[in-house]
């Protein structure tokens, strides 16, 4: 294998966002539920390591169906169309536009009245790291309407 596609969903897991990152790296390695602990450094370091970080090309979250609540395996009532994808080749990027997607539904639901930064503290793990771009007053993002 010499290059990934990533292709998360627009979810979340708990107060905190499962996409990209989540995805890579809980997917990559073994006896995940010891990992869980560890969830933001987790997702973090393990996408560092070469195998992953040198061969991602390309981040689409599917967005099109999602949830915002009891995720990650999300109770119907919960599962929301957010009737977006969101593609980008940087996974920390991604991910931020995602989380702050996610909140912003918590919040507008009235599941939690703000974004905690302990819920994206792996983001800020992850630009540390140099994996991508985690503030998102430094990502450019274009809207492309279909249809």
Request: charged share 20%; aromatic share 6%; glycine share 10%.
């Amino acid at each position: 294998m010499t290059k990934i596609i990533n292709l998360p969903i627009l979810k979340n897991a708990g107060p905190t966002t499962t996409l990209c990152l989540k995805n890579l790296s809980f997917g990559s390695v073994t006896n995940t539920g010891r990992l869980h602990q560890l969830w933001h450094e987790t997702c973090a370091y393990v996408c560092a390591f070469a195998p992953l970080r040198d061969k991602v090309v390309l981040n689409i979250a599917d967005g099109i169906t999602g949830c915002f609540e009891g995720g990650p395996s999300a109770k119907p009532q919960y599962i929301c169309n957010y009737n977006m994808l969101l593609v980008g080749t940087d996974p920390v990027a991604v991910d931020r536009v995602g989380h702050d997607v996610v909140i912003a539904k918590r919040i507008g639901m009235g599941i939690q009245q703000e974004d905690k930064p302990s819920a994206s503290r792996f983001l800020d793990l992850a630009q540390e790291l140099k994996l991508g771009i985690g503030k998102r007053e430094q990502i450019k993002t274009e809207e492309l309407l279909l249809g």
